[in-house]
């Protein structure tokens, strides 16, 4: 064993060699360790003397004269081997705690082997004469003490201390830390216990606020040592002056120095300055929204100044189009760029599937209509943005708009065969079945961004009401900037409305948008052709009405909630329902109130979930100015709920099982006649109902070029039994670009409370009874192809067979009486049509098409005359084209559309038909950006065609003569 010199040692002494492993009386096997030769020096030399005399009162038997040299010996020079000596002796005196302790000295540091093994030989000798606590501390390093520091430390934790038998109190003590002592803890002899002393830091905490961009990393002292928070935050230091540094990505920070003071709070702020670039982006599309890290930042073309520097994600989003996610670096001082960015065209449609699909790979035939082509012919309501669209035809009695799809619409259906849909949710009323379409139906159609159009049964999905077609309105993205926004206008020259609204982005998952209008007209003069007397006569206030309309949407997540109230009162002096003639006492109104709240979750990656609970209220009351003088009150309301599971195990498969029911305990009718003593009710009926259904879809794709799709619902209603109405599809794409379809189904329509209750008392109608639901199946091939890109083509031909169509029908045994009866007469349906069509890109856009459209009664009805199987309100041809050019980019754009109104039956009693007429309209429109400012301004018919439809045999006209030359004008200002 050697001994350590000392540092400040300046010499070399001489080795001196003693030999230590001499006998002594009672224990012969015990040597004593030899020190290292220490420097020479006055100490050192009277450290050498004391350890020599030890040796020799050691030898001799005199082991406390040994123990006291050998201890003088240590205290002048400490020596390892010297500390093992006085262990040594310890031991032989019997004193094992405190050999135990100096043992424990000894082997600190020790690195020769045998020295170790010795050592630890010796611990283990003594170890069944000592009690130990086994000290550690959390931090190690304190010093330890026992029962009382002016005792002396017992070294330094960790560390085993050897103690006689008794009850002890350890002490820790580490500088920057709170002092801490253990509970009393009982030292046994032979046994080793553990104590665990866990010490608190003094520190004080540096409240770090930030200016500028939170996110700052925060060190302290050295701004390569490890973060100790993110700033703002609070951060725990030990008392005293510090450097704190600040650091993140694309900014800088100057250092703050801060004095910490034990237990208090000490305030910094970090200012951080961006270190920025600029970006340019531009898109083949303008106007498209630009995101940079989740925020808002301007439309294309643009340069955006300012750019913190580093990696950004950019996103590029515009309506209809599928958004663009890029990443970029922005260099301090430099200009990034995103030039010539080209958008695709997403071609979407949801109402076939209820999930997004492309047109060509839907399974029926759709169209959609742009907002951007709303907006460029400033549509103010969804019947005359479904003018032109292929396989479509309109009507307007001027107290309610309808479409007619194919062939099926006549002229006292109240549009019930056409299924209306906002966002999915159904919002025909639940008493006559009625889509409305008109003013009746919202105030403007500012708040949708595409309407989509489904020709052909849709009842695999939607039930009743989807016979011939389905028309979904889309309301407002997730995507839109947060704004408010203005607007007003006027349409059919006499139309004055105006609407309010605000649109709130709170992310990517969160927003709301609402929105209030309202409209007014005084009406204006019509040329009536009446029936009996026949001649003309001038009727004022036609379509006189004010409207208002409440909608909106909010989305959290998966939870989306939407809403709508929509009122009108308009004034009807066409003669209508046996009213008198240019009375404006004659009074309709209408107010729908409906709401939903969905839940879709995504379970799992193949897993979709969809539930949605709906409610809806219908209020209608009628004024009639007849002799007698009649009101009417009609009242509705109905729940509903729905669940539906999307399974996709793989891309190419996915399957769609779902079940809703539907409670209606308001479906009432209530009618009266009024007059001097001479009042009755002749209708007071009520008649609650329940729905409901079960569906299962599947669509596959077992190559990329084939898709197949095929389903099956079942409906129940507590009026009649079980209906099922399955439909098939197969699309197929035999070259690039195009897509041949096979589509083919059945669709029903209920029996409306109205047709199953309405009468008059006996007066003219009576009571039907037994009614059946109406079924159509249909087939249809349609061929789409698609070429120089922003071109397609599409061929399509179709036919169908309806049954058990519902009509007013005059009674066997009293002509006079009619009542509504099933059709025991079958109808065949079959047309063709073809549309070349330039998709709205850059401002421009073209449509042409034009149908052939047969519809026939197989056997000619009891009432037609001739032998005239034609249906009435059912024109053969239908045409029309459509075009938008930009005159100056996003500033200003030309529209023209063109529409041709064919001859239509008008009675079953003869062979009449109304004339044909070529309706031509043109506007201009356009925004100006940087005020938010959009504008439409056009004339509809410029050329004052006198168009009429087919009315019902309740009016004192056999025909309604339509708009002829009307002005339009709508502004709407957003901010920001």
Known sequence: MSVRRPEHAARTAALLTIACFLGFAGDPGRALAQPQAPAVSSAADEAELHFQLGSERYRSGDLNAALEHFLRSNRLVPNRNVVFNIARTFESLARFADAHRYYIDAIAGETDVRAVNEITSAIARIAPNVAVLNVVTSPPGATIYIDRRDLGSRGRAPRPLALPPGSYRVIAELDGHEPAISEPMKAEIGKSTAVSLALKRIVGTVRVEVEGAPGALVRADDERSPPLCTAPCDAALPPGPHLLYFSREGFQAAPKEVTVVAGRVTRATAILSPLTGSLLVSTDEPGAVVTIDGRTMGFTPVVIQSVPSGRRKIRIALRDYAPIEREITIKTGEQAELTNIELSPLREVTAVSRYAQTIEEAPSSVTVIDGREIRAFGYPTVAEALRGVRGVYLSNDRAYSSAGIRGVGEPNDYNNRVLLLQDGQPLNENLLNSSYIGSEGRVDLHDITRIEVVRGPGSLLYGAGAFSGVINMVTRPRDEPSQVFFGAGIYDSAALHGRAGFYYNGGPDKGVWASISGARSSGFDLTLPLLDPPGDARVSGVEAFQSYTGGGRAWWGPVTAQWLIHGREQSVPVGAYSTRLNDPGTRLHDLR???????????????????????????????????????????????????????????????????????????????????????????????????????????????????????????????????????????????????????????FRAPSVYERQYNDGGLSQVKASDLAPESVYSGEIEYSQRFLKDWVAVAAVHAGGAEGIINTTPLTEDPSLIRYENSDVPVLLFGADAEIRHDFRQGFMLSASYGYQLARYIDPPLASVGGNNRLINAPEHLASARAVVPLVRELASAALRVTLEAPRRISLDDDATTPASVIGDITVSGFARRFGLRYTAGIYNVTDQRWEVPVAGTFTSRTMPQNGRTYLLDVTVAYP
């Open 593 to 747: 109130i409906t709401g939903e709240i969905r839940y879709e979750p995504r379970l799992t990656n193949s897993l979709e979930l969809m539930t949605r609970a709906h409610a809806s209220r219908f209020v209608f009351s009628a004024d009639y100015a007849a002799d007698p003088f009649a009101v009417e009150d009609f009242r509705g309301t109905w729940l509903g709920a729905e669940a539906r599971l999307a399974f996709t195990p793989r891309p190419s498969l996915r399957i769609t099982a779902g079940g809703e029911g539907q409670y209606h305990p308001v479906a009432s009718l209530f009618g009266r006649t009024e007059g001097a003593g001479t009042g009755s009710t002749y209708i007071d009926a009520s008649e609650p109902y329940g729905v409901g259904a079960a569906y299962l879809l599947a669509d596959i794709a077992p190559q990329p070029w084939i898709s197949i799709s095929g389903g099956v619902r079942v409906d129940v209603y507590t009026t009649f039994g079980p209906i099922a109405v399955p439909r098939a599809a197969v699309v197929v794409k035999p070259a690039p670009g195009g897509a041949l379809k096979f589509i083919g189904g059945r669709a």
